[in-house]
């Protein structure tokens, strides 16, 4: 049996490439063992926010749907994605670079307020769940 030709092996490894390119914009399912945690009262005004304005795409309870990612996610860690990043994806819009799921439309009906407020219910969740 002949070793496989150059070109063989390009595809291969380029199919290797894709298909680890594609696992990596899919999101980890956060499933139901998420905590909840006692939320502080900013952290709850966050909540009826989120649930208002975000919730249709990065699910209940920032867990992510079919149609965007979870926010309660390592990737969205403080270290990676400070608070500001939250700020700046609701005036401007994101363009997709983490997920599959599109870009993220700028949301101008969500005040400065309620950014900050649903950037404190995110962070919550995110240390009772074990992302610093």
């Not at 609701?90 to 649903?118: K, L």
Request: hydrophobic content about 45%.
């Amino acid at each position: 049996m002949r070793a496989p030709g150059p070109a063989v092996l390009l595809v291969f490894g380029l199919m290797v490439l894709g298909a680890a390119i594609v696992w990596r914009w899919r999101p980890e399912p956060t499933g139901g063992a998420m905590r909840i945690p006692e939320l502080s009262a900013e952290a709850q005004a966050g909540k009826r926010a989120f649930d208002l304005s975000c919730v249709r795409c990065h699910g209940e309870n920032a867990g992510g749907s079919a149609a965007g990612p979870p926010l309660v996610h390592r990737t969205y860690q403080a270290a990676h994605h400070a608070d500001v990043a939250f700020e700046l994806a609701v005036r401007r819009g994101v363009r997709a670079h983490h997920w599959r799921f599109g870009d993220m439309p700028p949301e101008p009906g969500v005040t400065s307020v309620e950014v900050a407020q649903i950037t404190r219910y995110v962070r919550e969740l995110q240390r009772a769940n074990g992302i610093k």
